[in-house]
């Protein structure tokens, strides 16, 4: 019954949020390919600049699904993070904050077997540009916007062959929809109240597949060399594309009035989710410190616009650098409870493989958590720092400090109850 009531629960969480992660993002960048695509791995990863090249018996781990047999009790995972960024170009500066969720997931230990299944979102779309544009013949003012996500629902499983190896893999079905609206007003020398806005609407989903190794073996009695291999498959993202080109009018209240109401029928393009591939290696004293490095490869050059030909964007393969680590001072002391902390540190550096204006749009930064202990649970802390983009060539650089939050709540959920 208590199971029962976990996985009600459960699910009820898992529904709701689904509506609450359309709203987390602030980048301009969002409006290029496929959004801003997110960060795939649990708060632990993330505060070791990525890393994820082990498994854990009470942590969930996301991002390899070769670690999900490695559990040894169900565990329950969720995460979020509240973002304040701070967007400069050559003559301004602009403040945001977004508070998003991450994830949403559930991990079985199934003796040699481990099953887990969740929700996360893959990418985000929220931006909006405002300008004024003088010619010799008028001056005009335009405005671009858009918001909107894709999740991913995904379910795998891994099997661990013996204390050294093991293999997993994920299915996960990803769904969403992005809108973008394009509004342009005459402001002299003929003012009008009117602006002409087109909206376009996109509704996506498609398939892709994860696959996972780990690997670890003894060095000495005490240090554990680690390895770990993921590849994400390229996947395809059917699309329905809608256009509405109207006349519009706001009133004071900011309600939009619209007339000379028009629908288009676009045709539907397939979208790349571009495949993946990362390689991690590190050297640790079991339940005591860890230190790895973690390369990804994205094949981002197929990726194309969703409507606007844009001809300063193009796309580049990407590559992801990861070096992070953690430290536990005395994970089993019972008379010092900062001893059982989880200190973890790390650093990024990605070039995203979006360039504009002849501009790779880059981003690096500084990680810092800790996991504090509650008995077999764990509540994971991070703090990021770090920039994206520059304002060489007219762009926008944006520098974020992201605070983040997940839990790991774990039990024996499959006992045998005792008949006395």
Known sequence: MKMIKKLIVFASIFVSIASWSQDNTASPYSFYGLGEVKFKGTQDSKSMGGLAITGDSIQLSLMNP????KLKLTTFAVGGTNSSTKFNTDVASEKAQRTSFDYLAIGLPLGKFGVAFGLMPYSAVGYRNENTVETS???????????????????????????????GADIAYHFGDFTNEF???????????????????TQLSGVSFNLGLLYNTK??????????????????????????????????????????????TL??????????????????????????????????????????????VSYENSTRFALGGYYIPKYDSFSNYLARIV????????NTGLVINNESIKDYGMNFGLGVPLGFS????????GKRGTTTNGLIEENYFNLSIGLNLSAKWFERRKID
């Open 267 to 312: 045709p539907n393009k397939e979208l790349i989710m571009p495949s993946r591939l990362s390689l991690g290696l590190g050297l640790g004293e079991n339940k005591k410190w860890l230190i790895g490095t973690e390369l990804t490869f994205t094949q981002n050059k197929n990726l194309v616009n969703r409507f606007a030909e844009n001809t300063n």
């Open 137 to 167: 013949e008028d001056t005009r003012y335009y405005k671009s916007q858009g918001n909107g996500f894709i999740n991913k629902v995904f379910v795998g499983s891994s099997y661990t062959v013996n204390e050294n190896f093991s293999f």
């Open 183 to 201: 509004t342009e007003r005459v402001l002299s020398p003929d003012f009008t109240q009117y602006s002409t806005r087109e909206r376009n609407i």
């Open 343 to 350: 200190y973890r540190a790390g650093f990024k550096y990605e």
């Open 66 to 69: 070769a670690s999900y047999s």
């Open 378 to 385: 764990k509540v994971d802390l991070g703090f990021e720092f």
């Open 219 to 264: 060095i000495d009695s005490k240090l554990t060399l680690q390895s770990s291999l993921t590849y994400t498959t390229e996947g395809k993202l059917n699309t329905d594309n809608s256009r509405n080109i109207a006349t519009v009018i706001y009133t004071t209240s900011g309600t939009e009035l619209s007339s000379d109401s028009e629908d288009i």
